[in-house]
C-alpha cells in the first residue's frame, strides 16, 4: 500500500515536471521579433564634409560648464552662438531665434497648420571641464576638433554638439530644398544642461507653458545605438528612452558622547553611521522585471542563448533568479531598481579621539516604479535608529512619467529609425543619466531621449572622459535620420497603419 502511495505521488510529480517543462519550451520557442521590411531611405546629397568641419570648429569653442565659476568661460559662449548665426545664415532668415536667459537659443520653424501640435527637438552646447592633468591622455587635443582616422575628436563630440548640429544640418538641408512643415517645430539649443538645466532648459519649459504653447513630442540626448552590448549579440539594438531616473539625496546624521579612543563604548558615531549604510546597501529597493525592463530585453531574446532566452520567456518559474543575476551588474541593477549610493562621509578629526559627530550623504536615483515617499519610508524602516536624524537635501525630483510606446511620437521615431538603420531592432528602455527633457514634463507627456550614435561597450568611458570623439559616417547618419525624422513627424499624419515591429510573446 505504501508502495503503491509512493509510487503514485512520485507518478504525478514526474508529470508536474513535464507539464512545467513542456510549458517552459513552448513559451521559450514562441518568443520571436520581427523587423518589419521598411525601405532604407538615404540621403547621398547631404554636404558632409562641410557639416563635419562645422562641428569641428563648434568643438573648438569651450563652452564649459562648472558649478564654481560660470563667469570664466562666458566669452566663449557668446563667441559660439556668433559662429552659430554665422554658420547657418538661411536657418537664421527662414526660422524666429528667441534668446532665452541670453544663451539659450530657441527656434521656431512656423508650420502652414496651426491646428497641429508643434514638435521640439533639444540638446545642449555647454560641455564638462577636462580633467586638470588629463590633456595628455588626450589622442588629440580636448578642443581642437581634430578630423583624423575617421573621426571628429574632443569634448562635446558625443556630448552633446553632433548632437545639436545634426539637428541645423537637418533643418538647413531641408530649407535648402523647399521644404515647409505642415507641423511647427521648435529647435533648443541649451547652454547649462551639465549643471541641471535650470537657467536654460527650464526656462523654455517656462516659456512653452507661460504662451500655452502645445506641444507634441519633445527629442532629447539619450540612448544610442548600441552595438556589442552583451556576449553572443552581434547585430546592434536602437533603444529609445522613455523614462527617467529621479533624484533624491539624503544626509544622515549622528550625536553622540566623543571621548578618548582608548575607552570606547559599545556605539560610536562613525559605528552607527556605518551600519546604517551597510543596512542600506545589502537590503536594496526591490527590483522589478516585468514592464519596462522586460519590454527592453524583448527584441534582444531570439539573439540571446537557449538559457537566457528560456529564462526571460519564463518570468513566472525564473524570474528571481534573473533579479538576483542583473543585480550584480551595475547597470542592468540601476534599470531593475532604485540604486542606492553612498557619496560623502564626514567623521573624526584625529586618531585617538571618538568623534561626537558623523554624517553622510547618500544618493539615490529612483525608479519609475517609486517615488521620494516610498525611498523615505524604505530608509526610515531598513535603518530603524533613533540615534541617526534623516534630512532631504535640496535638488530631489520625482521619477519622469513613463512615454508610452503606443504613442504617434514613438511609432514614428521607430519606424525612422529602421528606414535610417535596416534591419536593427528597436526598444524602449530606461535613460540611466539625467537629461534636460525632465523640465518639460508639465509641457509634453512624449519625452523621447535618442541619439542614432553608434556606441560598444568601450565609447562609455569617453562621455564626461577622455579621447570624447564620433566617427563621420555616423555623424553623416545622424543627419540622415533627422532630415527623415522631421519629414516624418511634421507632415500631420497619423502614424497608424505605419509598418512596424511586430513582438509575439506568449
Known amino acids: ?24 519550451l513552448y513559451r521559450t520557442a514562441s518568443v520571436h521579433y520581427e523587423i518589419p521590411d521598411v525601405s532604407e531611405v538615404q540621403y547621398d546629397d547631404i554636404p558632409l564634409n562641410d557639416a563635419v568641419e562645422r562641428l569641428s570648429k563648434a568643438i573648438q569653442y569651450q563652452t564649459v560648464s562648472t558649478q564654481e565659476d560660470r563667469e570664466h568661460y562666458l566669452s566663449e559662449f557668446h563667441a559660439f552662438i556668433d559662429f552659430v548665426r ?4 538661411l536657418i537664421h532668415d527662414k526660422l524666429d531665434l528667441k534668446i532665452i536667459n541670453n544663451l539659450t537659443l530657441l527656434y521656431k520653424w512656423e508650420g502652414s497648420r496651426p491646428d497641429l501640435p508643434a514638435s521640439m527637438m533639444q540638446g545642449h552646447y555647454d560641455v564638462v571641464p577636462v580633467e586638470p592633468g588629463t590633456h595628455e591622455n588626450w589622442t588629440h587635443p580636448p578642443f581642437e576638433g581634430v578630423i583624423a582616422d575617421g573621426f571628429v575628436w574632443g569634448r562635446g563630440a558625443i556630448d552633446d554638439k553632433s548632437g545639436i548640429f545634426s539637428y541645423l544640418e537637418a533643418v538647413n538641408y531641408l530649407l535648402e530644398r523647399g521644404f515647409e512643415p505642415e507641423r511647427t517645430v521648435y529647435l533648443a539649443l541649451n547652454h547649462d544642461e551639465e549643471v541641471g538645466g535650470r537657467k ?29 552590448i552583451m556576449d553572443g549579440l ?25 571621548g578618548h579612543s582608548s575607552m570606547p563604548p559599545r556605539e560610536t558615531a562613525i559605528g552607527v553611521l556605518s551600519e546604517a549604510i551597510t543596512n542600506l546597501k ?22 540571446l542563448p537557449f538559457h537566457y532566452r528560456m529564462a526571460l520567456a519564463n518570468l513566472w518559474l525564473f524570474g528571481g533568479v534573473i533579479e538576483d543575476r542583473l543585480g550584480y551588474i551595475p547597470h542592468t541593477n540601476a534599470a531593475l531598481r532604485t540604486t542606492i549610493a553612498p557619496t560623502i562621509f564626514h567623521a573624526g ?18 525608479h519609475p516604479n517609486d517615488n521620494i515617499r516610498e525611498v523615505l519610508y524604505y530608509v526610515q524602516n531598513t535603518i530603524d535608529n533613533d540615534l541617526i536624524d534623516l534630512r532631504v537635501l535640496d535638488g530631489a525630483r520625482e521619477p519622469s512619467p513613463v512615454t508610452s510606446t503606443s ?24 535613460f540611466l543619466a539625467a537629461t534636460d527633457a525632465r523640465h518639460f514634463t508639465e509641457v509634453t507627456d512624449n519625452l523621447l531621449r535618442f541619439r542614432p550614435i553608434r556606441a560598444r ?10 579621447d570624447e570623439r564620433i566617427s563621420v559616417d555616423n555623424y553623416g547618419e545622424m543627419i540622415a535620420f533627422y532630415i527623415r525624422f522631421i519629414e516624418n513627424t511634421t507632415s500631420g499624419l497619423s502614424a497608424t497603419g505605419l509598418p512596424g515591429a511586430q513582438i509575439a510573446m506568449p
Open 349 to 366: 578629526i584625529k586618531e585617538n579621539v571618538l568623534p561626537q559627530t558623523a554624517n553622510a550623504t547618500i544618493n539615490f536615483r529612483i
Open 457 to 466: 561597450p568601450d565609447d562609455r568611458g569617453r562621455i564626461h572622459g577622455t
Open 282 to 303: 545589502q537590503q536594496p529597493m526591490q527590483g522589478r522585471i516585468p514592464g519596462l525592463l522586460r519590454e527592453t530585453f524583448e527584441p534582444l531574446m531570439p539573439d
Open 1 to 24: 500500500m505504501l508502495l503503491r502511495k509512493a509510487a503514485t505521488v512520485l507518478l504525478f510529480a514526474l508529470l508536474g515536471l513535464a507539464i512545467v517543462a513542456s510549458i517552459v
Open 200 to 228: 536654460g532648459a527650464r526656462k523654455v519649459a517656462d516659456y512653452l507653458l507661460d504662451n500655452e504653447v502645445e506641444i507634441e513630442f519633445l527629442v532629447d540626448e539619450g540612448m544610442p545605438v548600441a552595438e556589442k
Open 407 to 430: 504613442s504617434e511620437a514613438y511609432q514614428l521615431m521607430k519606424h525612422t529609425i529602421h528606414e535610417v538603420f535596416p534591419a536593427i531592432p528597436v526598444a524602449p528602455a530606461m
Open 234 to 258: 552581434e547585430h546592434p539594438i536602437a533603444m529609445i528612452g522613455v523614462a527617467e531616473k529621479g533624484y533624491l539625496s539624503i544626509e544622515l546624521e549622528v550625536n553622540m558622547e566623543g
Open 86 to 89: 554665422s554658420s547657418y545664415p
